[in-house]
């Protein structure tokens, strides 16, 4: 049965209010616990193509984490890769930041912003990244300016599997640290390889990992120790090589859990399992430029059920994605049914490693423990979101959710009674609609005011432009 981690009633609420405050003193002299942060970032992978919303699936590790932890049922992102990084990492909207879109800019964020890893870094985390960073893939600008002191990983948006190739042509785009390497094998196995070796190579700090997996992002290369998982449950090829990347993604997690138990830390260890948007719908060719025949010619799946949309798109399968937190013996089991957003990790995870800011970091996110924890009473907030080079928006404000086409047209939907968004309700809700225009305006006020990169309107695609982009590129 759900357990619900949303107080209902304002009694609750008010009790709850009371009591915090007649405990405040007591809390106030209890050391909160620092616990290792384990963060795995994976890429294009959709509402229900995880083993505990569909059990074709076969995610059992990513399975025992949520059973055992707490299943976030709606939580936000971008519906593209960059702007989903950088709200991560900053605890800010992408918008700040003028990263509306995937972006290869060799800079995207100031030198000098506050992110989960330097912040972390400044109160004594180890702090190490393994995977896709893509957002800035200048070498001044990558993991290593913004607070990671290991990095392996690749900068920009993808790579082919086994070549570790931009589009499988040129030079490896694989970096230890600064270092280009050229080493064989699946860059999910590599991955793995490398956050297993880095959580042990050192004891005393807590640590911090950051691990942003390439997969289930095309191109999609599988051996058949993960494709015949599917030979004969996957309704066709699609499927069988999206859910065969997606059960070798979950054993990379396994690898790294696995680690973190043998050393013994499993109960001083927060994971926590998030995707950057929702599954891809591309063709799986779409940047591969060499070998084209080694890879299976499909459009993966662009369905993410019961959701409409899928990613690059502003409907909940757009931005709405697989979540969980799992911290043993801290969190107990449940379902998180509070609206939340990527932005809110920065916030949350400083709570927890005893970071605080002695300047302003303009966070849009918010300190969600005392939420997963049950602790507190579920937020009434506005999320706010401007995608695809700022062309089209949304703001969402349970249980509403208004959505600004590229085209200008206004569509609303009522979440609770509608989560397919099947009935365009802005005629019938004016009041709501203007509601949530002020509330869009109001959050938009602080739009680029930490953009690098400032790119007048003249030079931004028409959609009709956009459109061809997308179809080109992502
Ligand atoms: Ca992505």
Same mark, same amino acid.
């Given at each position: 049965?759900?357990?619900?981690?949303?107080?209902?009633?304002?009694?609750?609420?008010?009790?709850?209010?009371?009591?915090?405050? @007649?405990?405040?003193?007591?809390?106030?002299?209890?050391?909160?616990?620092?616990?290792?942060?384990?963060?795995?970032?994976?890429?294009?992978?959709?509402?229900?193509? /995880?083993?505990?919303?569909?059990?074709?699936?076969?995610?059992?590790?990513?399975?025992?984490?949520?059973?055992?932890?707490?299943? @976030?049922?709606?939580?936000?992102?971008?519906?593209?890769?960059?702007?989903?990084?950088?709200?991560?990492? #900053?605890?800010?909207?992408?918008? !700040?930041?003028?990263?509306?879109?995937?972006?290869?800019?060799?800079?995207?964020?100031?030198?000098?912003?506050?992110?989960?890893?330097?912040? @972390?870094?400044?109160?004594?985390?180890? #702090?190490?990244?393994?995977?896709?960073?893509?957002?800035?893939?200048?070498?001044?600008?990558?993991?290593?300016?913004?607070?990671?002191?290991?990095?392996?990983?690749? !900068?920009?948006?993808?790579?082919?599997?086994?070549?570790?190739?931009?589009?499988?042509?040129?030079?490896?785009?694989?970096?230890?640290?600064?270092?280009?390497?050229? =080493?064989?094998?699946?860059?999910?196995?590599?991955?793995?390889?490398?956050?297993?070796?880095?959580?042990?190579?050192?004891?005393? !700090?807590?640590?911090?990992?950051?691990?942003?997996?390439?997969?289930? +992002?095309?191109?999609?290369?599988?051996?058949?120790?993960?494709?015949?998982?599917?030979?004969?449950?996957?309704?066709?090829?699609?499927?069988?090589?999206?859910?065969?990347? $997606?059960?070798?993604?979950?054993?990379?997690?396994?690898?790294?859990?696995? =680690?973190?138990?043998?050393?013994?830390?499993?109960?001083?260890?927060?994971?926590?399992?998030?995707?950057?948007?929702?599954?891809?719908?591309?063709?799986?060719?779409?940047?591969?430029?060499?070998?084209?025949?080694?890879?299976?010619?499909?459009?993966?799946?662009?369905?993410?059920?019961?959701?409409?949309?899928?990613?690059?798109?502003?409907?909940?399968?757009?931005?709405?994605?697989?979540?969980?937190?799992?911290?043993?013996?801290? @969190?107990?089991?449940?379902?998180?049914?509070?609206?939340?957003?990527?932005?809110?990790?920065?916030?949350?995870?400083?709570?927890?490693?005893?970071?605080?800011?002695?300047?302003?970091?303009?966070?849009?996110?918010?300190?969600?423990?005392? $939420?997963?924890?049950? =602790?507190?009473?579920?937020?009434?907030?506005?999320?706010?979101?401007?995608?695809?080079?700022?062309?089209?928006?949304?703001?969402?404000?349970?249980?509403?959710?208004?959505?600004? #086409?590229?085209?200008?047209?206004?569509?609303?939907?009522?979440?609770?009674?509608?989560?397919?968004?099947?009935?365009?309700?802005?005629?019938? +809700?004016?009041?709501?609609?203007?509601?949530?225009?002020?509330?869009?305006?109001?959050?938009? /006020? !602080?739009?680029?005011?930490?953009?690098?990169?400032?790119?007048?309107?003249?030079?931004?695609? #028409?959609?009709?432009?956009?459109?061809?982009?997308?179809?080109?590129?992502?």
């Amino acid at each position: 049965m759900k357990t619900k981690k949303r107080f209902r009633t304002s009694a609750i609420a008010q009790l709850l209010s009371l009591s915090a405050v @007649l405990s405040m003193g007591t809390l106030a002299a209890v050391e909160p616990p620092r616990p290792n942060i384990v963060v795995f970032l994976a890429d294009d992978l959709g509402w229900g193509h /995880v083993g505990w919303q569909n059990p074709k699936v076969k995610t059992p590790n990513l399975d025992r984490l949520a059973v055992q932890g707490v299943r @976030l049922d709606q939580h936000y992102v971008a519906c593209l890769c960059s702007p989903s990084r950088v709200a991560f990492n #900053t605890g800010r909207y992408w918008s !700040r930041f003028g990263c509306n879109s995937w972006t290869d800019a060799p800079q995207v964020m100031p030198t000098g912003t506050e992110t989960v890893a330097s912040a @972390l870094k400044s109160v004594g985390y180890r #702090t190490g990244m393994v995977g896709k960073w893509h957002i800035g893939t200048g070498l001044d600008f990558g993991p290593e300016a913004f607070g990671f002191e290991y990095y392996y990983g690749i !900068r920009r948006g993808g790579c082919t599997p086994l070549t570790h190739k931009w589009r499988g042509v040129g030079d490896s785009v694989l970096y230890r640290n600064k270092q280009i390497v050229e =080493e064989p094998g699946h860059v999910t196995d590599l991955f793995a390889r490398e956050a297993v070796k880095w959580i042990g190579s050192e004891k005393g !700090r807590p640590f911090f990992l950051y691990l942003a997996f390439t997969s289930p +992002h095309v191109p999609l290369l599988e051996s058949a120790r993960w494709m015949d998982l599917y030979k004969e449950s996957a309704p066709d090829q699609s499927h069988q090589l999206y859910w065969a990347a $997606i059960s070798h993604l979950d054993d990379a997690v396994g690898q790294v859990v696995a =680690e973190v138990e043998r050393l013994g830390q499993r109960e001083n260890t927060l994971f926590i399992f998030l995707s950057d948007n929702g599954a891809p719908g591309q063709g799986n060719l779409m940047q591969v430029d060499a070998d084209k025949e080694a890879y299976l010619n499909v459009i993966l799946p662009g369905e993410c059920l019961p959701f409409r949309g899928h990613k690059g798109q502003l409907y909940e399968g757009g931005i709405r994605t697989p979540a969980l937190v799992n911290w043993s013996g801290h @969190l107990k089991p449940g379902v998180c049914a509070t609206p939340l957003h990527v932005s809110d990790w920065m916030p949350t995870l400083c709570a927890l490693g005893g970071y605080k800011a002695t300047r302003d970091l303009k966070w849009d996110g918010t300190n969600i423990y005392p $939420i997963l924890a049950g =602790e507190s009473p579920a937020q009434n907030r506005v999320l706010y979101s401007k995608n695809l080079f700022g062309l089209n928006r949304d703001v969402i404000e349970d249980p509403w959710k208004l959505i600004i #086409t590229k085209e200008g047209e206004q569509e609303l939907y009522n979440l609770a009674e509608d989560v397919g968004e099947k009935h365009n309700c802005a005629s019938e +809700h004016p009041e709501v609609v203007q509601r949530l225009l002020a509330d869009m305006k109001a959050a938009a /006020v !602080r739009d680029d005011d930490a953009n690098p990169n400032r790119v007048k309107k003249a030079s931004q695609p #028409t959609p009709a432009q956009l459109n061809e982009i997308i179809k080109q590129n992502e």
